[in-house]
């Protein structure tokens, strides 16, 4: 006997991607919507590798989702899987535990959905025992693992769990438990959700595993996302890790070390972009460049960031299936000349305080809250929520804009 | 960066020229001064200093000595600190060698110049007279802040503000206050939209959950609309049931009463009623049936016992009818009518045969068949008499045309000889077309003309030549002066002209020069009333004396007279005073008495060059006299006026060539007429001869043209008669051959003729006719003859016919005597045709009767038919009837009916009742009718009562079929709402967009936020950096001002202008004047004084550069000068100061300022070097 499934979580099913690259219209045609597409694939993979059943630990749907267009998608993938016979187990994590969507939407009797008392289902053919506890709120800063039944004698025991883990202080805590307590319990596989990062832990006879977000959504969730499937057989517990994401997000950095000419820039992000390409294991690479280093072209660079871009958006077309999303330039000149250069004073004039005397930061900061009142609500307070806040974020551009401007005189003096 | 050696190897006027400037002094002033006269090449030097540093110009202008790709100047230079030897080309790229040649980075030189540019290094440290105005004027004429102008006008870093306001511009295409078209509005518009898009989009769960309680109820409505209809229908259903029933029982009841009186009739069999009412119509009719048939065959035995028929006749029938249908009945009737005509005409056929017999001359007795001719006779003769006439007439014309034809010929010949031998034009013809197209006495009119129009011409070309007079001999016979000689003469002239002039040009301005110095001598002498050396040393000399006067007044022990002393005192001081005053004033006026000094020496020196002058002018005027006498002499020589210039001698001898070259076009002209004249009169013999040869005759005094005409007229008229000859001839020979046609025709004509006359002969002699018979006679009798054939036949038919006729009614009378004996009509003497329509008018007498006696016999036995038919149908009737009777007595059909009828509606009652009975069964729903009435029972409420709520039922029933109708709509359309949600990623793209663009303007703003808060904070910094340097520098600038000006201005300082700042110098003591203000001079110091706190200022945080100053002291006296050569001394502490000067005044004062610390250097005398030749640099 033998009893194979898939194992993930943390769907969040039409989350959108968060990628400036989706301003082309052409690249949001390929890989918008990716959550949904990266799930189509988790279900194609079901159906490939015909197993038993789907797992999904928790966080299918992002809790504000409100839109009854994705749980009537979920329902068809739903119903693919149980016609081919394929049963799937869902907990609710934090995400979802209050999502509107799923109670009214009628999902076929195979999909099992548990509830927040903990229970276990047996699969009577296969001796396989699922056991489940879903979020019943948001907030679960109690362990759930009290709420699972012991382990069935004679069956393979699986347990789905939302779980932030051991977690730590700064963070939230969502029914914190250990791994050892985990071990403990008498499961032949524990299959996690929550953190959106993979993690495989095995100790002694019991598999744990936190499959990871099965697509990542911005540049903080990079790196190859994927699904894992699991085969529970005479030899025990064994795991494989399946790539599902349509699109991978990595942050691509590109030295410029001394690098003279605008050429050389341009072959070092044709390398970087490339290498990165190479590495990925979805259908495209999303980089955000990030150009470092020392070079005379610095001011150059800072200045004409929309040739930069240019360029590396040229250099992803011609690579394929990559696409840049930014262009972050971190570029200083070799050796600063210190001395009597004007730019120089000026620079060391702003250094000691002249380019933010108060008035200039009263300035600063009439101008920051002019533009905060204008942006869409939603970005208001990415621009300071608070004064403090707002203090900080001048302290920022006073520094950023400074070195920017300086920048592009510096530029436009070498070009003179 | 100091300069330590300058080579100009190869560049304006220099080659291979150097300076030194020795190595940087330790503790002194590293000034230099650079003499040179004009044109020694200062500027030169200073172009060449900049060219170093920043490449040779593109348009150089120092190429006039060597060219460009030549070009090369160098040097020694020290930057920061080490030492570099430097060479520049002029070339595009890699301009800057080292020593070795080869390329040198330009970087090695921008290391020292930053960002100093050619200009701004021209305008604040290379200064000439222009550049020192230039950027002074700019920075007095530029609008805005002064301190930027200083600021950038020290650290040659100018548009900073523009930059960062550009920087801001880029910044405001985000967003920018109070504005509203920018990209932030944009964005956030189509945020909106997508927003929009989204909710018209989305379906929300809790929209989801709406629909599904709206189809929920939707449902819920429709069954309980369905459950209310069906509780109304069933009382609806239950109340028709009630009144049907009532109604069916009552009619029930009427029924049960009809019958009751009815149970003793016997029960109808099935069809018996229908069948007695058939039996007693079908009886009447069967009994009608029998009475007629009994009538009628009483009526007709009657009717053909009546009848009597002739039977005798009957038997003759076959007989009669064969009489008429034989047709001999109707030939009888024709031989009756015909017989007398035909053998009337029988007897005019045989009248007529008789006549043509006696006509042809034969007996009359003569078988009229033995004249006729065999039929070939007959033809052969007929053809002969149809051919004679041809024949004998072709003849008779075939001779007469004979005849003809030869008269023809007789008189062609005769024409043809009448023509006699024509004269042949043949030659004569071609001559005169040769002559035509020579055309002679055109040729010679044009060229008459043309010799006319040469000699016009010639006539007009020499009169061109006056003043010359003369024929054209003596104009060819004149031997002209060479193009060289004329040249010769030209140049010669014109140079001493020339020369002359400019000597006299020189002339007049050394006379105005002396006037000039004359005037000015006069001038200084008028207005500062110079005391010469003869009225100072007179002063001097009184002076003296009276002192001496004086003093010899005081002896040193003798008495004082003090009167006397006081009087020579007074003298003493007043001569003292007036010595004072003319040593005051020369002193004063020191420079006036050089200046009138120099002025003398110059009008000496002036009025010698003006004598020198003089002589020359003369000798030259004397020249220029002889040379001018050879030229009016060679002029008279020609026959031209003596002032005629060599100038003009070229065109009057380009006009005599002209004129000889037409004499010779008329000489030409006049030999070619010559030549026309002789061809025209040979050919006008040749005419002749020829036209003499044709026979005619020449009219000597015509001309060609006329005898050309006349020997045309005459060729013409020769051709026209050769022709008729022709024609003449073309007829004769066919007036020849026509004869001989007509004779050949003649002949066989002749001998048709003679064949004819035999074939008669012979014809006639086989016949009756005889010999010597005429054609026309032998014609007749055959016409007579071919009537006589017919006539014979038409005899012999009439005979045939007549003879038919009486046979035909012989028969016929036989036939009828015959039957009439048979039918026993005495026949006596009547017409036969009588006897038998009568025998036919019995005959069908009898006939009638017979056939009507077979008609009646068969009516009759057909009426006896139709009898027993009748007898049968009634038997049957009866048996029937007496069965029906058996089981209804009755005596007769009319009470049978009656009876049956009765039983019949016993039985519709009957059924009526079972009908009724089972409705009502079927209405209540029950078995039997005792539970019906059980039923009925139950039911209290009236008829009326119930139809009324039946009618309420009605109404409410119509309400609940919409009401449900209305409810299962709404069902439906929630319901297909409900499955219509589907699940596409459309909404989720939306936001995903949305979200997409928030980004996009998170970003932007970011942009946003650096670039403006950027561009604030460097406006800021930039703000402090220009006062802290405007400061400094305004203090520098003020006090250099104040030395320049000698304190006559003690500082700088700045005021608001309407337009900006406004730089204001404060003078001594009080008051101040804004810089536009100050005279030239003042502004020129302080523009310099701007330009050596400039430097100051750019020295303090930066390399210094070598300063270039190129006599900048032209406005300044003495003592400014001196000033300012400290200065310049002073700055050249903090870096290399050149200064170069052509003045050697300005060495001096130099030197005595700064001693030892200036190095004065001599440019090589400008004698030495080749002048350039125009281009100055």
């Known amino acids: 006997m033998s009893f194979r499934f898939i194992h993930t979580a943390d769907v969040h099913l039409d989350s959108p991607l968060l990628s400036l690259a989706l301003r082309d219209a052409d690249i949001a045609e390929m890989i918008g919507n990716a959550t949904r597409q990266s799930f189509e694939k988790t279900v194609d993979l079901c159906l490939e590798e015909a197993v038993d059943a789907l797992m999904i630990a928790g966080d299918l749907y992002d809790g504000e989702l409100r839109s009854m267009k994705t749980a009537v998608f979920f ?237 590396a958006l040229q250099s992803a077309a011609a690579i394929g299936k990559a696409f840049i999303e930014a262009v972050a330039i971190d570029v200083g000149l070799p050796d600063m000349p210190s001395g009597h250069d004007p730019i120089s004073e000026l620079r060391t004039l702003i250094a000691s305080g002249a380019g933010s005397t108060d008035a200039v930061r009263a300035g600063a900061l009439d101008l920051l809250t002019a533009l905060q009142e204008q942006l869409p609500a939603e970005l208001r307070d990415e621009f300071g929520a608070d004064d403090a806040a707002l203090r900080q974020k001048v302290d920022h551009y006073l520094k950023l804009g400074s070195e920017d401007v300086l920048a592009r005189l510096e530029a436009e003096r070498a070009d003179a | 960066m100091r300069l330590k050696r300058f080579d100009l190897t190869r560049y304006g006027l220099f080659t291979d020229f150097s300076i030194s400037f020795g190595e940087r002094p330790v503790s002194k002033p590293d000034f230099h001064i650079l003499y040179g006269a004009n044109e020694a090449g200062k500027s030169t030097l200073r172009s060449a200093f900049l060219d170093l540093l ?162 929920a109820d939707a449902r819920t409505h429709h069954e309980a609309a369905k459950a209310a209809r069906d509780i109304s229908r069933a009382r609806r259903q239950h109340l028709s049931r009630v009144l049907a029933a009532r109604s069916a029982r009552s009619a029930l009841a009427v029924l049960q009463a009809k019958l009751a009186p009815m149970a003793a009739i016997q029960d109808l069999p099935e069809g018996w009623l229908a069948e007695a009412q058939a039996l007693s119509t079908q009886s009447a009719a069967a009994e009608s049936e029998a009475r007629l048939a009994k009538e009628a065959v009483e009526r007709l035995t009657e009717e053909r016992g009546a009848l009597e028929v002739d039977d005798t006749i009957l038997g003759l029938k076959q007989d009669v009818e064969r009489l008429s249908d034989l047709g001999l009945e109707a030939r009888f009737r024709t031989a009756v009518a015909d017989i007398p005509s035909r053998k009337q005409e029988h007897d005019s056929v045989v009248t007529e045969l008789t006549e043509i017999i006696q006509r042809l001359g034969r007996s009359s007795s003569e078988d009229p068949a033995s004249l006729l001719l065999p039929t070939a006779t007959e033809a052969t003769l007929n053809g002969l008499v149809g051919r004679k006439a041809a024949v004998f007439e072709a003849d008779a014309t075939a001779r007469e045309e004979q005849d003809k034809a030869k008269a023809r010929l007789a008189r062609a010949a005769k024409q043809v000889k009448d023509f006699g031998d024509p004269a042949d034009v043949a030659g004569l013809a071609a001559l005169v077309k040769r002559m035509r197209a020579a055309g002679y006495d055109k040729e010679m009119a044009r060229i008459e003309r043309q010799v006319a129009t040469l000699k016009a011409e010639l006539d007009a070309a020499l009169k061109r030549l006056v003043p010359w007079s003369g024929n054209i001999d003596t104009l060819a016979a004149l031997v002209p002066p060479t193009a060289s000689q004329i040249s010769q003469w030209q140049e010669t002239l014109s140079g001493l002209e020339i020369e002359l002039r400019d000597r006299q040009r020189s002339l007049d301005d050394r006379a105005d020069e002396r006037d000039r110095l004359i005037a000015d001598i006069r001038s200084i002498e008028a207005t500062t009333g110079v005391l010469d050396d003869a009225t100072a040393s007179g002063a001097r000399a009184r002076r003296t004396a009276a002192w001496q006067a004086h003093r010899a007044g005081i002896q040193d022990d003798g008495p004082v007279d003090i009167d006397a002393l006081r009087s020579t005192a007074d003298a003493f001081e007043n001569s003292m005073d007036e010595d004072d005053r003319v040593t005051e004033a020369r002193q004063r006026q020191s420079t006036d008495v050089a200046t009138l000094r120099e002025a003398n020496a110059a009008l000496i020196r002036v009025n010698a060059e003006i004598e020198k002058l003089g002589t020359k002018i003369a000798a030259q005027r004397r020249l220029l006299d002889g040379e001018a006498a050879v030229v009016a002499s060679a002029m008279a020589e020609l026959g031209l006026t003596r002032d005629t210039p060599p100038t003009a001698l070229a065109g009057w001898l380009d006009r005599r060539e002209q004129a000889l070259a037409k004499h010779a076009e008329v000489r030409d002209a006049l030999a070619d007429l010559d030549a026309a004249r002789a061809g025209r009169s040979s050919a006008a013999a040749r005419l002749a001869t020829a036209m003499t040869a044709a026979g005619l005759a020449v009219d000597e005094d015509a001309s060609i043209d006329e005898n050309l005409d006349r020997a045309e007229a005459e060729i013409e008229r020769g051709n026209r008669l050769q022709s008729d000859i022709r024609s003449a ?66 005899r012999d038919d009439l005979n045939r016919r007549i003879e038919q006729m009486v046979a035909d009614s012989e028969r016929y009378v036989a036939a009828v005597v015959a039957l009439a004996d048979k039918a026993g009509i005495p026949f006596e003497s009547a017409h036969p045709l009588s006897v038998a329509d ?152 939306i936001e995903e967009s949305r979200r997409t663009e928030l980004l996009d303007i998170k970003e932007q703003a970011d942009r946003y936020l650096a670039l403006s808060i950027g561009a604030l904070a460097a406006d800021n910094a930039l703000r402090a950096f220009r006062d802290r340097h405007r400061s400094t520098m305004m203090k520098r600038a003020g006090a250099a001002f104040a030395t320049i000006t000698r304190n006559g201005f003690t500082d700088l300082t700045t005021t608001p202008g309407n337009d900006g700042e406004l730089l204001v110098g404060l003078k001594a003591g009080s008051g ?106």
């Open chain 1, 75 to 311: 329902g068809g993938q739903m119903r693919r899987l149980t016609e081919a016979g394929i049963g799937v187990f869902i907990v609710r994590g934090n995400h979802d535990a209050e999502s509107v969507i799923t109670k009214q939407l009628s999902l076929p009797d195979e999909v099992h959905v548990f509830s927040g008392r903990g229970e276990a289902v047996s699969i009577p053919d296969k001796d396989v025992a699922v056991h489940g506890v879903s979020f019943g709120k948001p907030h679960m800063t109690d362990s759930l693992l009290p709420k699972y039944k012991p382990p069935v004698e004679g069956a393979a025991n699986i347990g789905l769990l939302h779980t932030s883990l051991a977690g730590s202080a700064e963070h939230d805590v969502y029914a914190p438990c250990s791994l050892a307590d985990l071990a403990g319990h008498g499961f032949d596989y524990w299959g996690l959700g929550h953190i959106h990062k993979r993690q495989v832990h095995a100790k002694g006879p019991c598999t744990v595993v936190m499959p990871g977000i099965p697509q990542g959504r911005h540049v903080n969730e990079a790196g190859p996302k994927s699904v894992t499937l699991v085969e529970i057989g005479a030899q025990g517990v064994t795991v494989e890790e399946r790539f599902t994401a349509v699109a991978q997000f990595e942050r691509v950095g590109v030295a410029v070390d001394g690098v003279e000419d605008w050429r050389g820039v341009v072959r070092a992000i044709d390398d970087a972009v490339g290498a990165a390409r190479d590495g990925v294991r979805a259908d495209a690479l999303v980089a955000r460049l990030e150009v470092r280093g020392k070079t005379p072209l610095a001011p150059r660079l800072r200045r004409d960031r929309d040739l930069l871009v240019g360029e």
């Open chain 2, 54 to 215: 920043f490449g040779i110009e593109r348009q150089s202008i120092y190429d006039f000595k060597h060219p460009y790709p030549t070009m090369r100047i160098g040097g020694a230079l020290e930057i920061n600190s080490s030492a570099r030897e430097l060479i520049r080309v002029k070339k595009e790229k890699n301009s800057l060698l080292g020593p070795d040649d080869q390329p040198v980075s330009d970087a090695v030189l921008s290391a020292a110049l930053g960002s100093v540019t050619r200009d701004g290094y021209e305008t604040m440290f290379s200064l000439d007279d222009d550049t020192l105005q230039q950027g002074g004027d700019s920075i007095l004429q530029s609008k805005g802040d002064l301190g930027q102008l200083l600021f950038s006008a020290a650290s040659g870093l100018s548009d900073l503000g523009r930059r960062l306001d550009e920087v801001r511009a880029e910044a405001h295409a985000f967003y920018r206050a109070g504005t509203r078209r920018h990209d932030l509005a944009d964005a956030k518009k189509r945020l909106q939209e997508l927003k929009d898009e989204k909710s018209k989009t989305d379906l929300q769960a809790s929209q989801y959950a709406a629909l599904i309680k709206l189809e």
């Open chain 2, 729 to 794: 001839l073309t007829t004769l020979e066919q007036a020849q051959s026509d004869v001989e046609d007509r004779d050949r025709a003649a002949k066989r004509i002749a001998a048709d003729r003679r064949s004819w006359e035999a074939e008669w002969c012979a014809a006639l002699q086989g016949c009756w006719l005889g010999e010597r018979r005429s054609a026309e006679e032998v014609a007749e009798i055959l016409r007579v003859l071919r009537a006589l054939p017919g006539e014979t036949e038409k």
């Open chain 2, 838 to 989: 009568g025998l036919r008018a019995r005959l069908d007498d009898a006939s009638r009767n017979d056939n009507l006696r077979d008609i009646k016999q068969k009516e009759g036995d057909k009426a006896n038919a139709e009898l027993r038919g009748a007898a049968e149908k009634l038997r049957i009737i009866k048996a029937r009837f007496d069965d029906m009777a058996a089981r209804y007595p009755s005596d007769g059909f009319t009470d049978l009916l009656e009876t049956l009828r009765m039983a019949g509606e016993k039985a519709a009652y009957r059924a009526q009742i079972d009908r009724r009975e089972r409705e009502l069964l079927e209405a209540l729903e029950c078995t039997s009718l005792d539970d019906a009435e059980a039923f009925l029972e139950k039911e209290t409420s009236d008829n009326h009562a119930l139809k009324a709520e039946a009618a309420q039922l009605d109404s409410e029933l119509a309400d609940h079929d919409e009401m449900i109708s209305e409810h299962f709509h709404a069902h439906q359309t929630a319901r297909k709402a409900l499955e219509s949600v589907s699940g596409d990623a459309d909404v989720a793209r």
């Open chain 2, 1072 to 1177: 101040s004047m804004v810089a536009s203000e100050m005279s030239k001079g003042t502004r020129f110091q302080l523009y310099l004084a701007l330009r050596i706190a400039g430097y100051g200022e750019f020295v303090q945080d930066r390399e210094a550069l070598p300063f270039f100053a190129d006599d900048i002291l032209e406005t300044f006296d003495d003592d400014r000068s001196a000033e300012t050569f400290q200065l310049l001394s002073e700055m050249a502490h903090q870096g290399q100061v050149i200064y170069l000067t052509h003045h050697r005044h300005l060495c001096d004062i130099a030197e005595q300022v700064c001693g030892d610390a200036v190095t004065i250097h001599a440019l090589p005398d400008p004698a030495a070097i080749p002048q350039p030749l125009s281009r100055k640099a």
